[in-house]
């Protein structure tokens, strides 16, 4: 078992900036591959990034690239997700999620674990 609790959300400015993090806690966390994802109200959950164990590997939508980065530190058991020129578009409760395999990374019901959410407003 892995426990993941976002935080950094809050409310933004188009063109601004926030860095999320996922704080994990429980089995090793360098054998998990972490992902972001996000969901707006009336929306399906959508792929945001993901990044292997060592953090050498990284994936983004592509509705995100150039403007959003994932990372991790896993000598603090964390992953971010730095966003910048945020646009309204980019509303929604962000979930950081845990899976230990590194096949799917954009099908969210191939993650095994959740955290409850952290909400991101930008304001136009």
């Known amino acids: 078992q892995v426990q993941l609790v976002e935080s950094g959300g809050g409310l933004v400015q188009a063109g601004g900036s926030l860095r999320l993090s996922c704080a994990a806690s429980?089995?090793?966390?360098?054998?998990?591959?972490m992902g972001w994802f996000r969901q707006a109200p009336g929306k399906e959950r959508e792929f945001v990034a993901a990044i292997n164990w060592s953090g050498g590997d990284t994936y983004s939508a592509e509705s995100v690239k150039g403007r959003f980065t994932i990372s991790r530190d896993n000598a603090k058991n964390t992953v971010y997700l730095q966003m910048n020129s945020l646009k309204p578009e980019d509303t929604a409760v962000y979930y950081c999620?845990?899976?230990?395999?590194?096949?799917?990374?954009?099908?969210?019901?191939?993650?095994?674990?959740w955290g409850q959410g952290t909400q991101v407003t930008v304001s136009s």
């Open positions: 999620a845990a899976k230990e395999s590194i096949v799917r990374l954009t099908t969210y019901n191939s993650y095994d674990y």
């Open positions: 429980g089995r090793t966390f360098s054998r998990y591959v």
